[in-house]
Every structure is written in structure tokens, then in C-alpha cells.
């Protein structure tokens, strides 16, 4: 039986998928007392295919790279199902860290990262709002256009 959180996305059409596994030297996620780190997650969908590819401002547009940072925070939320076994353990999303795959020109990463932030809001509702860096960076791993990690308070 879904949680309340589950419901929540399932209404708005989004199914989780299994959590993608590290690709190098490094765990999806950590547990330390109350929180839950949650390693970066590139813009991928459920068949392992990248959302959106390519630079933010040289190819690839704001509204593309909204997308694929929701497509990244669908990806925090399969790694926190794998953690706990149930999203309405979530107590709070305290910090969403994103990178931007970007042009040197290009000055919208946070409409990019709004993406992963209103999935969160849409999700946990109030406990949903949380701290956020965004940060333009020069390349990602398979030339992602986004990438996304989390801290999360959990019971």
C-alpha cells in the first residue's frame, strides 16, 4: 500500500523507479541519526535514458532543463524509498544542492532547478519548501544537463 506521499505523485502521474545504481566509488545515499544524504542524481528516466543532454543556454532550453531537474528529483525520491521503505518517513526536505550543465552566458539555472523544488513542494506540501544552491557547472557525467542531491530529515 503507497504512503500519502506515493498518492500524491501517482495523482499527478509520476510512478518512482528503481533506484539507479552508483556508477563509481560512492553509495546513493547515507543515513547519519536523523538525516539522509542523498548522492547527486542525473536527469535520467526509468530506462536509464537522459532527459535532457547537453548544455543549458547552448542547446538546450529553461523549460527542457526543468523537466530534467524533475526527472532528477523523482530520482531523489526512488533513492529515499530504497532508504526507508516509505516517503511519509520524510519529516522535512531540508537542502537541494543542483548543477547546471551550462554556457558560460547562461543565468537561469534557478528556473532550472524550480523543477526539483516545486516536485518537492508538490510532494511533502509545506515540509516540501527547503534551502537550495544552484550551481553552473562546466560538464556532468554523460553530459547530463542537470544534476540534483538532497538532504532530508527523516523519523
Excluded: W
Amino acid at each position: 500500500m503507497a504512503g500519502t506521499v506515493e498518492q500524491k505523485l501517482t495523482e499527478q502521474g509520476i510512478s518512482l523507479p528503481e533506484p539507479r545504481a552508483a556508477i563509481a566509488n560512492y553509495v546513493g545515499f547515507v543515513r547519519s541519526g536523523n538525516l539522509l544524504f542523498v548522492s547527486g542524481q542525473v536527469c535520467a528516466n526509468a530506462e536509464g535514458k537522459l532527459i535532457a543532454k547537453g548544455k543549458l543556454g547552448a542547446g538546450v532550453t529553461t523549460e527542457q532543463g526543468y523537466e530534467a531537474a524533475k526527472g532528477c528529483a523523482v530520482n531523489l525520491l526512488a533513492q529515499i524509498k530504497a532508504a526507508l521503505g516509505d516517503l511519509d518517513k520524510v519529516v522535512r526536505v531540508v537542502r537541494l544542492g543542483g548543477f547546471v550543465n551550462s554556457a558560460p552566458d547562461f543565468l537561469d539555472g534557478p528556473k532550472v532547478l524550480n523543477g526539483a523544488s516545486d516536485l518537492m513542494v508538490a510532494a511533502f506540501g509545506d515540509k516540501g519548501r527547503h534551502a537550495r544552491t544552484t550551481v553552473g557547472v562546466a560538464s556532468l557525467p554523460a553530459d547530463a544537463a542537470v544534476e540534483v542531491e538532497g538532504v532530508f530529515e527523516v523519523s
